[in-house]
C-alpha cells in the first residue's frame, strides 16, 4: 500500500511563502500524477495542481501565478512552493498520487495544515 507524508504546514502571515513536501514509500513502479489538493473548514477539497511525470503542471485559478509545484521522479516527491500568501489560502492541503501496475488509483496523504493569519 503506498504512504504519503506530507511536511511543512505552518502558521504564515498573509503575504508570506510556505514550502510543502510530500514523500512516497512503498513504491515499485513509476507514479504517474502527483499534486496537492486542500479543504477549507466547512467547504469541499478542492485542486489545488497537479504535475504529469513529465513534468506539466495545471494549477487552480485561485494559485496560478502564486503556487508552483515540482517533483522528484527519482525521490518519489512532490514539492509545493507557495508564495503571496491569503488568509482564504487557509486549509489543509492533501498530497495525491495516481498509481498502480495495471490500473491507476488514487492515494493520499494525512493532510497538513496550513494557516494564513496576522
Known amino acids: 500500500q503506498v504512504q504519503l507524508v506530507e511536511s511543512g504546514g505552518d502558521l504564515v502571515q498573509p503575504g508570506g511563502s510556505l514550502r510543502l513536501s510530500c514523500a512516497a514509500s512503498?513504491?515499485?513502479?513509476?507514479?504517474?500524477?502527483m499534486g496537492w489538493y486542500r479543504q477549507a473548514p466547512g467547504k469541499q477539497r478542492e485542486l489545488v495542481g497537479t504535475?504529469?511525470?513529465?513534468?506539466?503542471?495545471n494549477y487552480a485559478d485561485s494559485v496560478k501565478g502564486r503556487f508552483t509545484i515540482s517533483r522528484d521522479n527519482a525521490k518519489n516527491t512532490v514539492q509545493l512552493q507557495m508564495n503571496s500568501l491569503k488568509p482564504e489560502d487557509t486549509a489543509v492541503y492533501y498530497c495525491?498520487?495516481?498509481?498502480?501496475?495495471?490500473?491507476?488509483?488514487?492515494?493520499w496523504g494525512q493532510g497538513t495544515q496550513v494557516t494564513v493569519s496576522s
Open positions: 495525491y498520487a495516481q498509481y498502480g501496475q495495471f490500473q491507476l488509483r488514487d492515494y
Open positions: 512503498r513504491i515499485t513502479f513509476s507514479i504517474a500524477a
Open positions: 504535475i504529469t511525470r513529465g513534468g506539466m503542471a
